[in-house]
Structure formats: structure tokens, C-alpha cells
């Protein structure tokens, strides 16, 4: 059993979010949700964005650091798109994680650190044709992180959703995201 940090997209803590983290604890883990949009939730990514703009990123990481202060060190970092930040930059910082879950985005590895850190495994998710994490350059920014993590493993899937693994949403993909969620509980396993 781990203790998972699921770091929710730019749409907010949805139900989509919601529910995959349900998912999770019903395979035996205990997942925190942070609400980093302070309850707002968005109906579009271009809505979200907004938002996220008008706060600003720092403001989002910082929100997401603060979420996990009272927590203990020893926790999974996971994050979907948006939601990669916190978790990306938690994984790298912050002592004693046991790992990162870093679905749909990926950020330069220079971004929060020089290197990955030793003993930390992380799991990278995305679409081989996603538009975002392909087209972005977020792919790019994954094989970074993957080769240099003693233990890190990146999944592309085929198709051009970015939002996946959310069933509530048009872009699921149920094959995906059952292949998806049992990578994740293997990775759990030996976190």
C-alpha cells in the first residue's frame, strides 16, 4: 500500500479526477486530492487556462507545495497534465519520495533541479499523437527525465487525446486507460 499525492488538470478536481483516485483506493492505497483551484472547477482547457494565468503558476505549485506540508515525506507524487507540476517538482525537492506518476505532461528536468533523484522511480503516461505532450514538446522533456531516473519507465499510447484516462470526459479511452491504470498499480507495488 502507498500514499499517493494526485495532483488534479486544469479543469480542476473533477469527477474524472475524482473517481481515478477512488479507483486507486480501492486497490488498497490511500490517495490525497488537493484542490488547487480552491474549489473552482472549469467546463474547457482554454477556461482553466485562464484561470491558472490569472493566479499564475508559481501560485499553482506553491498551492500544491503547501498541500502536502502536514503530510508525511515518505508519498507517491502524481499529477495529470497540469497537475505534473506539483508532482514533477514535489518528486525532485522535496526528501524522501517514493516516487512520481506523471500523467499526460512532463516539464525540462532543469526545471526543478539538475537531475532527477537517486532511488525515486517515476512512470511517464501520454499519447503518441497527443497534440500537447507530443506536439509541446513534453515527450522530449520525458526521455529526459526517464534517462536520467535509476528507474524510470515512459508509456505512449496510441491516439491524439490528451485527457485520456478521464472517463467522465469525450477524449476516454477505455483501452488506454485500463492499460494505463495497471501499469500504475505495478508501479505502486514496487514503490
Known sequence: MATIVLFHHILGLTPGVTAFADDLREAGHIVHTPDLFEGRTFGGMEEGMGYVQEIGFGAVIERGTRAVEDLPADVVYAGFSLGVLCAQKLAQTRSGARGALLYYSCVPLSEFGDAWPDGVPVQVHGMDADPIFVGEGDVD?????????????????????????????????PDAAALLFSRTLAFLKSA
Do not use: K, N
Open 141 to 173: 522533456f520525458a526521455r529526459e527525465v526517464v534517462e536520467s531516473a535509476e528507474q524510470g519507465e515512459l508509456f505512449l499510447y496510441p491516439g491524439d487525446q490528451h485527457y485520456f484516462a478521464d472517463r467522465t470526459l469525450p477524449s476516454y479511452d
